[in-house]
């Protein structure tokens, strides 16, 4: 009779033929794909915990800046304003009969111009000096400031020198560094690490969480939201009680880059714009430039040599947009500022 082998006695695990090494490479190759998929889901969850983390830094500080700016604006925006002696001198050379509407025509004019110089938002707003009142503390504070930053009083050399690129964004700063409580200056609410100077002209900026510069429009109409409802018949601007200027009478239009359709323009309630361009670093607003002008150039809108001399709704003579409009202004077929964070709608 044959021996019967021993391995077919013994549980078929512990035979030394079927043994096993280690893992097959399908077994091996299973197991890396699991620990890819579980890496690549932890990966995602840390990065978007990280954008809802910059998200959430960046709505504080639009918020700390709206909480200063607003209280400034509601003390500048109805304090009794003065005329200055040229302006006074014209009411009193006017005829009796125009003298009410005159004098009121340029107090509307001084307190614009007194908007203008509290809450500048752009380089001429502190090159150009006032036409209806006297300069103000806080914008001798300002131009001071600038002087010191670039080591001249000279306006003529600060203006080839100081960059206009984030000009709202420096102007902001300036703002708060001279507002003051029992504290101490609005900036100390930032960290160094939140102010820089990303155009490196001197000028300091607070940037975002995403490193880009907050920027500040002081007028911003062409902006529709909570605060700008855009109608002059509903939410009038209550800085002209007496409807003196001429759009109350005889609106003119402006394009609303939202729906392509010219409307008519009544003065209406305008907020301060502070915002952020968002995680996509694109701002998609008109702050700066009036584009497409007849030469084909491009021109800053300098409000104090407007038609209007500091008119809050100067319209594009090209596109016929209003400062603040959104859109795609860089043509690159995206609407950058679908991811701002401001204080019109993300504070509220």
């Known amino acids: 009779m044959k021996r019967m082998s021993n391995c077919r006695l013994r549980p078929a695990r512990i035979c030394p033929g079927n043994q096993r090494q280690g ?36 709505v504080a500080q639009v918020r700390r800046v709206n909480q200063v700016v607003a209280e400034r604006w509601e003390e500048v925006g109805f304090q009794p304003v003065q005329l200055n002696e040229a302006s006074r001198n014209v009411v009193a050379n006017a005829l009796p009969a125009a003298k009410l509407g005159l004098s009121r025509n340029l107090k509307l004019s001084a307190t614009r111009e007194l908007q203008r110089l509290e809450f500048p938002d752009r380089i001429s707003d502190l090159a150009v000096f006032p036409q209806f009142g006297a300069p103000t503390p806080a914008w001798l504070n300002y131009r001071l400031k600038v002087q010191v930053v670039f080591g001249t009083t000279d306006w003529t050399e600060i203006l080839t020198r100081w960059s206009d690129d984030h000009e709202g964004a420096e102007c902001l700063y300036l703002i708060l560094s001279a507002i003051f409580d029992e504290d101490g200056h609005a900036l100390r609410f930032f960290s160094q690490n939140e102010i820089g100077d990303i155009d490196n002209d001197g000028m300091p900026e607070i940037w975002d969480a995403w490193g880009n510069p907050i920027e500040f429009l002081r007028w911003a109409p062409g902006y529709l939201s909570p605060y700008h409802e855009q109608n002059g018949v509903a939410t009038p601007d209550p800085f002209d009680p007496f409807r003196s200027d001429p759009r109350f009478a005889t609106p003119t239009e402006y394009f609303d880059t939202r729906d392509g359709i010219k409307k008519p323009l009544v003065p209406f309630n305008l907020y301060p714009l502070v915002f952020s361009a968002g995680p996509d670093a694109v701002y998609g607003v008109a702050f700066v430039n009036e584009p497409a002008h007849s030469d084909g150039g491009v021109r800053k809108v300098e409000y104090a040599n407007l038609a209007i001399p500091n008119d809050p709704f100067p319209v594009d003579d090209g596109d016929g947009y209003m400062i603040g409009a959104t859109g795609d202004f860089d043509g690159d077929g995206v609407q950058g500022h679908e991811d701002n964070i401001d204080n019109h709608w993300d504070i509220r």
Do not use: D, K, P, Y
Not at 25 to 46: H, K, N, Q
């Open 23 to 58: 893992l097959t490479l399908i077994e091996l190759l299973v197991v890396l794909g699991i620990i890819v998929t579980i890496a690549g889901m932890l990966l995602f969850m840390l990065n978007g915990a990280r954008e809802e983390s910059r998200r959430l830094r960046t």
